[in-house]
């Protein structure tokens, strides 16, 4: 069976996360109802990660085994016209080998949190980005992070239902800049554990608003302890941007 690589984005809004869920709406449900309408087959997907309810991407990867090879495009756009109205559209489609898997292949995904940082509240991007009145300092947020980066015990961003065998994560990036009226914190890593990202931003968090220092920041990694995390973000902020693979 040909296979075939989606990279995809969707509005986290209306789903239950992005696996399937008997009774509940999810973003797998919508796209195999998709290639269901094209296809007539019934057919599993494999995505790169698993997001949480409401947690959005702009760079998802799945992969599909179709019964037919089919041109790319005709393949994008079939699906897409499949997904309406849905908040899920396929960006690129390309032919991959059978032993390429969206997930197992990985070597890095990477996640945006957007923090919009002004005394009004969002109107457009309601459900998109963590609203924080309180002014931040970006600078002091990205100095503080960098304590998070290379292999560690990450029990103490881990959620207490993480499934993961070892709280042990490499983060190779954690940056955290000002875009105008919002602050962005971006991430990097082969894996990572159950909300790991947002209970992270949610601690960076306390330190921009200056109710924590770097030095505490670090004492909380290295307690590897749940209840030293800070506040854990909403899902609202947090995007898949990308998903590496070698070559």
Same mark, same amino acid.
């Given at each position: 069976?040909?296979?075939?690589?989606?990279?995809?984005?969707?509005?986290?809004?209306?789903?239950?996360?992005?696996?399937?869920?008997?009774?509940?709406?999810?973003?797998?449900?919508?796209?195999?109802?998709?290639?269901?309408?094209?296809?007539?087959?019934?057919?599993?997907?494999?995505?790169?990660?698993?997001?949480?309810?409401?947690?959005?991407?702009?760079?998802?990867?799945?992969?599909?085994?179709?019964?037919?090879?089919?041109?790319?495009?005709?393949?994008?756009?079939?699906?897409?016209?499949?997904?309406?109205?849905?908040?899920?559209?396929?960006?690129?489609?390309?032919?991959?080998?059978?032993?390429?898997?969206?997930?197992?292949?990985?070597?890095?995904?990477?996640?945006?949190?957007?923090?919009?940082?002004?005394?009004?509240?969002?109107?457009?991007?309601?459900?998109?980005?963590?609203?924080?009145?309180?002014?931040?300092?970006?600078?002091?947020?990205?100095?503080? $992070?960098?304590?998070?980066?290379?292999?560690?015990?990450?029990?103490?961003?881990?959620?207490?239902?993480?499934?993961?065998?070892?709280?042990?994560?490499?983060?190779?990036?954690?940056?955290?800049?000002?875009?105008?009226?919002?602050?962005?914190?971006?991430? $990097?890593?082969?894996?990572?554990?159950?909300?790991?990202?947002?209970?992270?931003?949610?601690?960076?968090?306390?330190?921009?608003?200056?109710?924590?220092?770097?030095?505490?920041?670090?004492? $909380?990694?290295?307690?590897?302890?749940?209840?030293?995390?800070?506040?854990?973000?909403?899902?609202?902020?947090?995007?898949?941007?990308?998903?590496?693979?070698?070559?």
């Amino acid at each position: 069976m040909p296979r075939y690589r989606l990279t995809i984005e969707y509005d986290g809004r209306p789903y239950r996360g992005f696996q399937a869920q008997d009774g509940l709406p999810s973003v797998q449900d919508a796209i195999e109802a998709a290639v269901l309408g094209f296809t007539g087959e019934t057919l599993r997907i494999h995505a790169a990660g698993r997001t949480d309810t409401g947690v959005h991407a702009t760079g998802q990867v799945i992969h599909v085994d179709l019964g037919k090879a089919w041109p790319a495009d005709v393949v994008r756009d079939a699906l897409n016209a499949h997904l309406r109205p849905e908040p899920i559209a396929v960006l690129e489609v390309e032919d991959v080998s059978d032993d390429w898997h969206a997930r197992f292949s990985a070597i890095e995904r990477r996640y945006l949190y957007r923090v919009l940082n002004r005394p009004a509240p969002a109107a457009l991007d309601k459900g998109r980005v963590w609203h924080v009145r309180k002014p931040l300092d970006a600078a002091r947020m990205h100095e503080a $992070a960098q304590a998070l980066t290379g292999h560690h015990d990450f029990t103490t961003f881990r959620d207490m239902q993480c499934q993961a065998k070892s709280p042990m994560k490499t983060l190779d990036v954690a940056a955290v800049h000002r875009e105008g009226e919002e602050v962005h914190l971006v991430f $990097a890593s082969r894996s990572f554990l159950h909300r790991q990202v947002r209970s992270m931003v949610g601690s960076i968090v306390e330190v921009g608003l200056g109710r924590w220092t770097a030095a505490d920041l670090k004492a $909380a990694l290295e307690a590897r302890d749940r209840t030293a995390c800070g506040q854990v973000a909403p899902a609202d902020g947090l995007y898949l941007t990308g998903v590496g693979y070698e070559g």
